[in-house]
Nanobody, 128 residues
Framework: QVQLVESGGGLVQAGGSLRLSCAAS????????MAWYRQAPGKERELVAV???????KYSDSVKGRFTISLDNTKNMLFLQMNSLKPTDTAAYYC??????????????????????WGRGTLVTVSS
């Protein structure tokens, strides 16, 4: 199993910055990609940023140029540096892991085939 625990959320003024962290534990060697999602009240959960185990990144248009996703493989920590925050960034932010590496160990553990792991979220509130 993979356990994900987010931290770093809080209240911040518009234009400010926050750094979210996601601590991954368990079978982290089976993770092929990690991502940050967010969900605002009354809205669907949306993808914010993705990073693969090889370091390739993608961002949603709404955060491109302001947010940076990074991964510390040594510490099994995922980060989201959020700068120039806007009130529209207010949401619960969730850490996501895709355990689909084709390693024999991972396959034996039953990973892949659409299996996903989620953290419980951390709330970010940006005031104007």
């Amino acid at each position: 199993q993979v356990q994900l625990v987010e931290s770093g959320g809080g209240l911040v003024q518009a234009g400010g910055s926050l750094r979210l962290s996601c601590a991954a534990s368990g079978d982290t060697m089976c993770i092929s990609a990690m991502a940050w999602y967010r969900q605002a009240p009354g809205k669907e959960r949306e993808l914010v940023a993705v990073i693969t185990s090889g370091g390739s990144t993608k961002y949603s248009d709404s955060v491109k140029g302001r947010f940076t996703i990074s991964l510390d493989n040594t510490k099994n920590m995922l980060f989201l540096q959020m700068n120039s925050l806007k009130p529209t960034d207010t949401a619960a932010y969730y850490c996501h892991a895709d355990p689909s590496r084709p390693d024999s160990f991972c396959s034996a553990m039953g990973y892949g085939g659409g299996m996903e792991f989620w953290g419980r979220g951390t709330l970010v509130t940006v005031s104007s």
